[in-house]
């Protein structure tokens, strides 16, 4: 049973077209969130949701939206896509905002043509 | 502002041998220190953690040690194996508010036979 799944995992798309990623938590986490790394393998944080309220909201363009319709689903919408969105996506999630173990989904790889 | 260095940036190691990561921080509120293991294609995955109140913890092959007054903390792979190779990645994370993970940039480790 996988615990954080994300689909797809490759997306291969053309500049300028809008596209979703998704990601569902079967751990009965409160909290998920969304990390970009880069083709250096460097993670940064994105976004955080606790209880679908978001509260981390990193310095990320507005094309970026999450979107959580509920505590076990954490979903990534993307618009006007830009060659430099080509990354690898991870959804996380942890059982609440305390320092507790994140558990992460195993990546969406975006390319953009 | 890279809050979390890590290095070496790639490091290599005979089967048996120790395996040595550093990172320093800077945020001294950081109270939340994991580590992080990647295999390729996969998400990272909790290994071990500490928090400031000791100066080591040891999992099996893996130890982490802490030096909260040089703000440092170390991850040391005692008889590293082949099945070892990942890449490691050092994190933070304060107590309260924003509670994301601060990555460091990512050590790969290989271990040769």
């Known amino acids: 049973d996988t615990a954080v799944s994300q689909t797809p995992k490759y997306l291969v798309t053309q500049m300028g077209n809008d596209k979703s990623i998704k990601c569902e938590q079967n751990?009965?986490?409160?909290?998920m969130y969304w990390y970009k790394q880069d083709s250096k393998k460097f993670l940064k944080i994105m976004f955080s949701?606790?209880?679908?309220?978001?509260?981390i909201n990193e310095t990320v363009p507005n094309r970026f939206s999450p979107k959580s319709p509920d505590k076990a689903h954490l979903n990534l919408h993307i618009n006007s896509l830009e060659l430099g969105d080509s990354a690898v996506y991870f959804c996380?999630?942890?059982?609440?905002?305390?320092?507790?173990?994140?558990?992460f989904g195993d990546g969406t790889r975006l390319s953009i043509l | 502002q890279q809050q979390v260095k890590q290095s070496p940036q790639s490091l290599i190691v005979q089967k048996g041998g120790i395996s040595i990561i550093n990172c320093a921080y800077e945020?001294?509120?950081?109270?939340?220190f994991p580590w992080y293991q990647q295999f390729p294609g996969k998400g990272p995955a909790l290994l071990i953690a500490?928090?400031?109140?000791?100066s080591e913890k040891k999992e099996g092959r893996f130890t982490i040690s802490f030096n909260k007054s040089a703000k440092q903390f170390s991850l040391h792979i005692m008889d590293s194996q082949p099945g070892d190779s990942a890449t490691y990645f050092c994190?933070?994370?304060?107590?309260?508010?924003?509670?994301?993970?601060?990555f460091g940039s990512g050590t790969r480790l290989q271990v040769q036979p």
């Open positions: 949701y606790n209880n679908k309220e978001l509260i």
């Open positions: 500490i928090r400031p109140d000791v």
């Open positions: 996380a999630s942890s059982p609440g905002t305390l320092n507790q173990p994140q558990h």
């Open positions: 994190a933070a994370s304060p107590p309260t508010g924003r509670r994301a993970l601060t």
């Open positions: 751990l009965g986490h409160d909290t």
């Open positions: 945020n001294t509120a950081f109270d939340y």
